[in-house]
């Protein structure tokens, strides 16, 4: 007697119960071959088997690419999940050259077609980008593109594209790699995971102080300086600029340095934003080393507004020249516990700015002033932290109330249960009065314009 066991085979259960919009983007091109398209449709099924149900919040849309996108189900228009996974047994194999590039734009313009609402009402837009070939166009360009329109970008494909989908994802948390058909089905909890856990790009609750510093150099030219400075009054939308929670400022170098207005000067948002528009060019010579002292000595001092204990960075812009001098100023920001990104503009990366940018991920190279609107988020990422490879380290350090130092006239910090205590100088004396302890959201105390060494017993 023969006895036949049928086993069938099911998805794990899982839910995708958050509000987003997902399209999948799937390489159909002859790099990927016939097989490793077939995998990845398989697991793009067996993820929606898994996690979409009738009461879903979830909204999908599959594409397949090689020379051209071809819209298989736009997003959200199908009857039911059977429908949707029937529609994926009809995309077609196409071959062909791998275009990658050029389906990421396509995708940023049209792929969420009417789905695309704006503000509050608008979900989460999610691309995920299924490959297992290196593009034969450029990706850094049109990937960030993609995340300036605030698309979350995630990328699964073989470990030969790993480089390169952790360029197109701007994160190296952003990407899954698989080795062959089992791995990859078994990554659908961890892609689950990601669509409902990513937060949207921004530091609106966290505590920070920011100075952006601007290349005003005859090498820069005025129209390129007034690029900078709408790049980075874009950027600071994405702050809640105000004494409590993110204090900004800004220095601008050139035949001169010069504090357009320091971290403490505007404590709104909106007067940030018209003092940046208002600062000025200056033409010259510029030296990069001589404006990061001036930050170090005249900006990112408690007597000018930095707050003790508070995470800080200098986000420098320039255009490559006069960068000569800076690697020991830059290290000497870092040392005090301030971090440094550098923005080269250029077509050409001297080799002046990597020695200034010090670690590699302190380093954003923008081939040209009207593509800096296209690293928004890779720099947001890097200031706060984020899961972008341009990680703001200092952030994750314990918080220290003596960087910078709160103590004058060459007193000693000294940490002490939770506050801190100015050890003086011959000549000096201190406390001089109480301290004023004020809640910092997300980093405990700091004790600002406490214990300095102020006071002088020698008359």
């Given at each position: 007697m023969t006895v036949c066991i049928t086993v069938i085979l099911t998805a794990p259960k899982l839910s995708l119960e958050c509000r987003i919009d997902v399209f999948f983007l799937l390489d159909s091109s002859a790099g990927t071959t016939l097989e490793g398209f077939r995998r990845a449709k398989a697991f793009v099924k067996r993820f929606l088997q898994a996690v979409l149900s009738e009461d879903s919040r979830a909204r999908v849309g599959v594409a397949s690419y090689s020379r051209n996108l071809m819209v298989a189900v736009p997003v959200g228009e199908y009857q039911?999940?059977?429908?949707?996974?029937?529609?994926?047994?009809?995309?077609?194999?196409?071959?062909?050259?791998?275009?990658?590039?050029?389906?990421?734009?396509?995708?940023?313009?049209?792929?969420?077609?009417?789905?695309?609402?704006?503000?509050?009402?608008?979900?989460?837009?999610?691309?995920?980008l299924l490959t297992e070939s290196h593009s034969q166009d450029g990706v850094a360009g049109p990937a960030a593109h993609a995340r300036a329109r605030e698309l979350l970008l995630l990328g699964v494909g073989s470990e030969i594209v790993q480089a390169e989908?952790?360029?197109?994802?701007?994160?190296?948390?952003?990407?899954?790699?698989?080795?062959?058909?089992?791995?990859?089905?078994?990554?659908?909890?961890?892609?689950?995971?990601?669509?409902?856990?990513?937060?949207?790009?921004?530091?609106?609750?966290?505590?920070?102080?920011?100075?952006?510093?601007?290349d005003a150099s005859a090498s820069v030219g005025p129209e390129n300086f007034a690029q900078m400075q709408t790049f980075i009054r874009k950027c600071t939308l994405r702050f809640d600029v105000n004494p409590d929670v993110t204090q900004v400022g800004l220095v601008v170098y050139g035949s001169q340095v010069q504090t357009a207005f320091g971290l403490d000067t505007h404590p709104t948002r909106a007067a940030v934003l018209r003092a940046m528009s208002q600062a000025p060019y200056l033409g010259g010579v510029g030296s990069a080393g001589t404006a990061l002292l001036h930050i170090d000595d005249k900006v990112m001092t408690v007597q000018r507004g930095a707050r003790p204990g508070v995470p800080k960075a200098v986000v420098m812009l320039t255009g490559g020249s006069g960068a000569e001098d800076a690697t020991v100023p830059a290290q000497k920001l870092r040392d005090n516990g301030i971090s440094v990104l550098v923005v080269s503009v250029g077509a050409v990366l001297r080799e002046a700015v990597r020695r200034l940018a010090g670690p590699r991920?302190?380093?954003?190279?923008?081939?040209?002033?009207?593509?800096?609107?296209?690293?928004q988020d890779m720099l947001i990422e890097w200031i706060c932290r984020g899961l972008g490879t341009f990680s703001f380290a200092e952030a994750k350090r314990?918080?220290?109330?003596?960087?910078?130092?709160?103590?004058?006239?060459?007193?000693?910090?000294?940490?002490?249960?939770?506050?801190?205590?100015?050890?003086?100088?011959?000549?000096?004396?201190?406390?001089?009065?109480?301290?004023?302890?004020?809640?910092?959201?997300?980093?405990?105390?700091?004790?600002?314009?406490?214990?300095?060494?102020?006071?002088?017993?020698g008359g």
């Open positions: 039911d999940v059977p429908d949707l996974v029937r529609s994926l047994d009809s995309v077609p194999f196409s071959g062909g050259p791998t275009l990658t590039g050029s389906a990421l734009l396509q995708v940023a313009e049209h792929g969420f077609g009417s789905a695309s609402r704006t503000g509050q009402d608008r979900p989460r837009r999610v691309v995920v989908l952790e360029i197109i994802t701007g994160s190296l948390k952003h990407v899954m790699v698989y080795t062959d058909l089992q791995d990859l089905l078994s990554q659908i909890p961890e892609l689950q995971k990601r669509l409902c856990s990513q937060p949207r790009p921004g530091c609106q609750a966290q505590s920070l102080d920011l100075v952006f510093l601007l991920d302190a380093l954003i190279h923008v081939a040209a002033y009207s593509d800096l609107r296209y690293h314990p918080v220290n109330l003596c960087k910078p130092s709160p103590c004058m006239n060459e007193g000693t910090c000294v940490l002490k249960n939770g506050s801190y205590r100015c050890e003086c100088q011959g000549g000096w004396e201190g406390p001089h009065y109480q301290a004023e302890i004020k809640t910092t959201p997300g980093y405990g105390f700091s004790a600002l314009g406490a214990y300095q060494c102020a006071t002088s017993s």
